[in-house]
């Protein structure tokens, strides 16, 4: 089992450029989460998936950020037009259940927008 | 505004000693309350969790007290080591919801 992989591990852009951040879960996992983690406001909830379909995004911004699971072994978190306040290291979970149950974090994609 | 709140953002505890990490929070819907334990540069892990039909759960030198009255969890960790030095992170799942709610985190030092 190789846990929940997120590539790419670090990314770097430029002010208005597009970023597009991936997560494979764990294999059989029914729930997948996005999170973001800056050191102003800590671990935030961003989106999360279950079964493939979108069920809560609210913590998005919502005009750039937008997320999709076109299946069962990958979702994606696309960020349009970054901006420096974008920065910040974003983690993909995935859950066997999703209600009550262990969330699994990958490595994280640190993201700096220069 | 915060739902889930660590006032202390920092801990020194002697090895051998009880590290005790606080977690407070508001909605009293939540039924589901965890500590995840992070490294520097890295993800997150889950360590323990209750759910609120229970007050309190052991795991080896873990406990999780729940005073759902108070709002407020906490983590005993007992006999604390050197490998125990870490950020801790309450966390909660927002009403009937899967999505959690994290704590700013507690940054424990267990000093040899």
């Known amino acids: 089992n190789a846990g929940v992989i997120q590539t790419p591990r670090h990314k770097v852009t430029g002010k208005g450029q597009e970023a597009t951040l991936w997560c494979e879960p764990i294999s059989g996992h029914s729930a997948v989460f996005w999170y973001r983690q800056t050191i102003v406001q800590g671990l935030e909830f961003l989106t999360y998936f279950r079964n493939q379909a979108p069920i809560d995004d609210s913590g998005m911004p919502k005009e750039r950020f937008s997320a999709q699971m076109p299946n069962q072994s990958h979702s994606t978190l696309k960020i349009q037009s970054t901006q420096p306040q974008d920065s910040a290291v974003y983690l993909c979970a995935s859950s066997s259940h999703w209600y009550q149950d262990t969330q699994y974090f990958g490595p994280g994609t640190r993201l700096l927008v220069l | 505004g915060q739902q889930v709140k660590q006032s202390s953002p920092s801990l020194t505890v002697q090895e051998g000693g009880i590290s005790i990490l606080n977690c407070d929070y508001e909605n009293d819907m939540f039924d589901y309350f965890a500590w995840y334990k992070k490294y520097p540069d890295n993800s997150p892990t889950l360590l323990i969790s209750v759910r609120s039909n229970v007050d309190k759960r052991e795991d080896g030198r873990l406990t999780v007290f729940l005073n759902k009255s108070g709002k407020h969890f906490s983590l005993h960790i007992t006999a604390s080591q050197p490998e125990d030095t870490a950020v801790y992170l309450c966390?909660?799942?927002?009403?009937?919801?899967?999505?959690?709610?994290f704590g700013e985190g507690t940054k424990l030092t267990v000093s040899s």
């Open positions: 966390a909660a799942p927002q009403g009937g919801s899967a999505k959690l709610i």
